[in-house]
């Protein structure tokens, strides 16, 4: 089995930053891509960001340019930079990631999510 444990959400006001980490432990081969996704009460969960093996990334129109995807291959962990954040990024932040294991076997895993809240 895969654990992924995030860390990292809170209360932030308009305009500050935070900054996310996931970490994926247990029956891993390999990690391939890593991702964080979204969801606001009432909605569906959205793609944020993803960043591949190969460290080519892919985010959301909203999210260029204020947030950045990264990753430390070694330590199996991604990373979600969040600058200039706005009321509409209250969330719960989930991090996911595609793993092989010594079978291997592909699977998804999913973190149990982190709550952002930006408000004055």
């Known amino acids: 089995q895969v654990q992924l444990v995030e860390s990292g959400g809170g209360l932030v006001q308009p305009g500050g930053s935070l900054r996310l980490s996931c970490a994926a432990s247990?029956?891993?081969?390999?990690?391939?891509?890593m991702g964080w996704y979204r969801q606001a009460p009432g909605k569906d969960r959205d793609l944020v960001a993803t960043?591949?093996?190969?460290?080519?990334?892919k985010y959301a129109g909203s999210m260029k340019g204020r947030f950045t995807i990264s990753r430390d291959t070694v330590k199996n962990t991604v990373y979600l930079q969040m600058n200039g954040l706005k009321h509409e990024d209250t969330a719960v932040y989930y991090c996911?990631?595609?793993?092989?294991?010594?079978?291997?076997?592909?699977?998804?895993?999913w973190g149990q999510g982190t709550q952002v809240t930006v408000s004055s």
């Open positions: 960043i591949a093996s190969d460290y080519s990334t």
């Open positions: 247990g029956s891993i081969f390999r990690v391939y891509v």
């Open positions: 996911n990631a595609l793993v092989r294991n010594y079978r291997g076997d592909f699977s998804t895993y």
